[in-house]
Each structure stands twice: as C-alpha cells, then as structure tokens.
C-alpha cells in the first residue's frame, strides 16, 4: 500500500471513505482540507523555529542535522510539507537501502526511523499532522545528509591533514534548495542522488569492487594459508590446495584442478597475478610478504576500498580539464588532458618521516639546471653530522657554503662543531649539474611546503618496489616528456630543453597556461584490466579515515554552501 503523501489528498480520501460523505459539499470538504493543510504547515513551522531558535531540534529521538539548507528549505516555501510525491519518498529510502554500496552507513541517513514512521502513516487513521510534519522533516534533513555526504565527503580531510587545502563550496543555496525541491517534487530524487556523486570514472569502479569483495565476504570470505616452507613452482604442498583456492577465490585464477596440491605453472602466474594487484614483487613465489598480503580478510579489503572511495569524493568533484596527478602511495605521477592519462611515469615519495604531504596547487614555471639550496632540517639532521665525520664531504657532493646575500664562504673557518647549538649563519648550496639533488630539471608551483617535482641523479632508485625515498619533494623518472607536455609550445621540445640543460645556464621557462598539480593519497586503484590493485599503506593513513567513516554523523564546521 502507498502512503498518500499529499495532504489534501489523504484527508479527501478519509472524508471518500466516511458515512457522512454523500452529505458533504465541495465547499465544506475543501475548507476542511485547507484546515488540515494549515495545521501541518504550522507543525512545520514551530520546529523550524524551534531550530532557529535554539540551535537544535529533536525528532523522534534523532537529531536534525542539517542548520542552514533544511530551515531555508522550508522558509523559502512557507513552511509547506515538502515530501508530496510518493515516488520522491520511495527513491530516497531505496537509496537508502543501497547507500552501503558507497562505502557509507543507513544509518547516518534515518533509514530505520523513515521505515517505521511510513509504516506507521500506512495504518494510522486519522493522520497525525505533528508525525506527518516530523515524517517531511526527517526526509529532507536525509536528502542533506546524504548529499553532504556524497558531494564532500563524511570525513574531515582537515582533522587528518592540516595541510589539506582542497575544500570546495557546492553551489549557492538558494540554488541548491531550488535543486532539491525540483527533484522531490517532480519524483526525480533517484537521479538527484546519482548526479551528487563524483562523475569519475574510478568511483564507479571502487563501487564495483566493493560490491565483488562484500559478496565474498557474504559467502564466507577465503581461508587462512597456514605458515610454512616458501611455496613456489615444482613444490607438492598440501598448502598448496589453500593457496589455489584462495586465488580463484578473487579471480586470480580459473576454476581448475582447486584440490591439486602440485605448484604448477598456471598456479605461478595466478600468484604472480596476485602480488601484481598487490604491489608485490611479482615473482609467483608465496614468501613472507605474499603469504601476510594473501591472509589479509575479505573485511580489509572492504575497509580499503571504503577509504578510497571517502578520497574519491573529497576530491573527484568537477576536475579540470588539465591536471597532473601525483599517486603517492602507488610511487606514480599522471598527465591528465581531456581528463584521459596521457602520461605516467615512476616516482620517488618522502619517506615515512618526511612524507610527501597531500595538496593541490599549480604548475607555473619549470627551471632547467636548478641550484639546491639545502633545508634547514635536512642540513641539521642529515648533512651536519656526514660533514663532521668527513672534512671533504661538502667538496665531494659539490656543495658551497654561502652568505644570505649569495656570497661564498671559506669551509675551513668554520667550526662545525658549534653546531647546531647555535644558529647556522650561513646556507648550504649545490650548483647545476647531473649529481644536483634536484637533478636538472623542477617543476614549480606555489606552496608552503617547499615541495616540487624534479629529477634526480639516483634514477637506479626507481627500480625499487617501494620507492619512498626523498625528503618530501618528488622526484620522478621522465621528467623531460612531461615538460614538453606541460609547455606544449612548438619552442620547446626535449631536444631544445636539453640543449639548455647541456649549457649548464639556468633558466626559468613559464607555462603559457598554469596546470593544476593534485597531491593525493590513494591505496586501491583499478588497472587497466579492471582488476583492483591494493596497495601498501606507507604512511599508515588508511586507519584514521575508516575511524572517521564509522563514527557518527555530524556536519564540520566550515560552510559547503555560499
């Protein structure tokens, strides 16, 4: 049975199914719905007071949320019940219902109090205007929350990351109120719901993989492989049945020989398949690190991809159509143009204790054959001590000791040793040249980090599996072809770049067009196959956004809205 959302029409069919209806006149029946009308406009009306008022209101034990958007709903449409389309209703909780899919929680939304109170507006007779008024209250302070939710994500980016700059306003108000009364009114709340999430490509994706592990974990998840001897290709293990059908388990192999305890082949590149998804050294050999990857649960991987779908919307909301994208758990820089990956190399990320922060900005300027000009935290705790050990030190990394005015200073009258008890007065710099720790190319954009891309003389480096080696800056393995991507000016091919390289001149070319950079974290991407690649959380980040994904409801501080 639907419930009849429209009031007039609900107290008509009351009056349809009374003795006394044959006696009626239109006139009295329209005077009646007019009253009926007006009672549950004035219910609506006190409690958008009381919110304004007070700064809180309580409905059914459960508090409304939304302080700005929900009372100017209401206010702009003279306190009128806005839930009229029975359709509207029926979509809002059927996204409710399915709102898991998403990484989120029901129960932040009133899913279980909006199922009740429906039911309850089903059999009750007459109508309560007071449940009817909380009823439309309580559906449009889910539709907020939810859309908050899906547009900036439940997670405070700020509370995690002080360097978080990111944050972005919606729309106006009175544009989004307009949005929403549209779309409930017109019984379009579905795709209202569906254009609030990020339009990319990779949160559709993320949804699938979530979809695929929570139906494994419905079905029981995989077994634990039991310690032992390294497995690998010629080996009969009777572990080896565990460890083929945990792989076929998440597709990592077909549905073959499941009970054959012999380490075949196909059950190498099944393995092999298996750490490739995993950032793993793909050897197809189940040692330490494959074996502790291979028994992680199906509810990990769930908690995963929750997180990366939390980043997802923090940040996947109306991208530019030009933008360099640093992954920097998966150790990878990309190109974006037309919002397709036009370019992608190898990169080097800070190390745990100097980590590569997660920001955006915009590419300005590159500079070819840069000088370093050391940081002062690098200088006192990495250099300092090396220069004390070894009085050639600073000759053999080709490092000068300057004035803050540019001049040199003579190393031999310095006493290290006042170090760093006392202020350094002096700057450590490195001229141009192949050994720069800069290498010999910078891509430039404002921040109070100090960070940049750059090249680097320690390209063997690169070949490492994990690859979290700088002091925050990061340094990338193709740096040339991204150059001529960026500049994107006939003047300025690799070769002309390098033939100012080869002058050992140092040289600022300007972008005609700043790019925007994004700095992000992420540790579940989707490959190129479809499948869905885990990777090693190497700052230790993933925990505190599920923290945050499971707590409860509440909206920050910082407005969404103009």
């Not at 908050?148 to 990351?161: A, S």
């Not at 972005?168 to 254009?195: C, H, K, P, W, Y």
């Not at 009969?236 to 020989?257: G, P, Q």
Request: net charge neutral.
């Amino acid at each position: 049975m639907k419930i009849i959302k429209c009031i007039s029409c609900f107290f008509l069919l009351l009056c349809l199914l009374s003795p006394s209806h044959a006696s009626d006149n239109s006139k009295q029946l329209r005077a009646t719905r007019v009253s009926h009308n007006d009672i549950v406009r004035g219910e609506i009306e006190k409690r958008i007071g009381i919110l304004r008022s007070n700064g809180n209101l309580t409905v059914h034990s459960v508090q409304i949320s939304s302080m700005t958007v929900l009372p100017a709903l209401y206010e702009r449409f003279d306190f009128r019940p806005v839930w009229v389309n029975e359709e509207s209703v029926g979509q809002l909780i059927l996204a409710l219902e399915t709102i898991e899919d998403d990484g989120l929680e029901s129960s932040d939304y009133h899913l279980s109090l909006l199922k009740k109170l429906r039911a309850q507006l089903i059999v009750e007779e007459p109508v309560s205007p007071s449940l009817l008024a909380e009823f439309d209250l309580l559906l449009s302070d889910s539709l907020v929350r939810l859309g908050y939710h899906l547009l900036i994500g439940k997670v405070d980016p700020v509370e995690l990351d002080t360097n978080w700059n990111m944050d972005r306003t919606v729309v106006e108000l009175d544009q989004l109120i307009q949005m929403s009364r549209t779309a409930i009114a017109d019984g379009s709340v579905a795709g209202f719901i569906q254009n609030m999430r990020p339009q990319a490509k990779v949160y559709n994706q993320l949804r699938s993989a979530l979809a695929h592990y929570r139906d494994i974990q419905v079905k029981g998840g995989w077994g634990q492989i039991a310690k032992g001897l390294t497995l690998k290709r010629g080996m009969n293990d009777s572990r080896v049945v565990s460890l083929r059908k945990r792989l076929i388990i998440t597709n990592d192999m077909a549905d073959d020989n499941q009970d054959d305890p012999s380490f075949d082949s196909i059950l190498e590149q099944a393995v092999k398949h298996f750490q490739k998804r995993h950032a793993l050294v793909s050897d197809g050999i189940v040692g330490k690190n494959t074996l502790q990857a291979l028994n992680r649960t199906a509810l990990e991987k769930i908690n995963q991809i929750r997180v990366n779908l939390e980043r997802v919307r923090w940040v996947m909301h109306d991208l530019p159509e030009k933008f360099v994208l640093v992954d920097i758990a998966g150790f990878r820089v990309h190109y974006f143009a037309d919002k397709v990956s036009v370019f992608e190399t190898r990169s080097q990320v800070g190390t745990t204790y100097r980590k590569t922060p997660v920001f955006k900005s915009q590419i300005t300027y590159l500079e070819l054959n840069p000088t370093w000009t050391v940081p002062k935290t690098i200088f006192l705790e990495d250099l300092l001590p090396k220069i004390r050990r070894n009085p050639d030190y600073l000759r053999e990394r080709g490092l000068r000791v300057i004035t803050y005015k540019g001049e040199s200073v003579d190393v031999k009258t310095i006493d290290w040793s006042r170090y760093p008890r006392r202020g350094f007065p002096y700057l450590l710099r490195q001229d141009p040249g192949p050994n720069n720790a800069l290498g010999q190319i910078k891509f430039m954009f404002p921040n109070e980090q100090s960070v940049y891309l750059h090249d680097t003389p320690s390209r063997s480096l690169f070949d490492a599996k994990k690859r979290a080696f700088s002091s925050g800056c990061v340094r990338i393995e193709d740096p040339f072809q991204l150059a001529e991507l960026l500049l994107d000016d006939d003047k300025w091919s690799q070769q002309e770049l390098m033939e100012v390289i080869e002058s050992r001149e140092t040289r600022q070319i300007s972008l005609q067009q700043p790019v925007s950079i994004l700095l992000l974290y992420w540790t579940v991407k989707i490959a190129d196959d479809g499948s869905v690649v885990f990777i090693n959380d190497i700052y230790e980040r993933d925990q505190s956004v599920l923290a945050g994904l499971n707590a409860q409801f509440r909206f920050r501080k910082r407005p969404i809205v103009k």
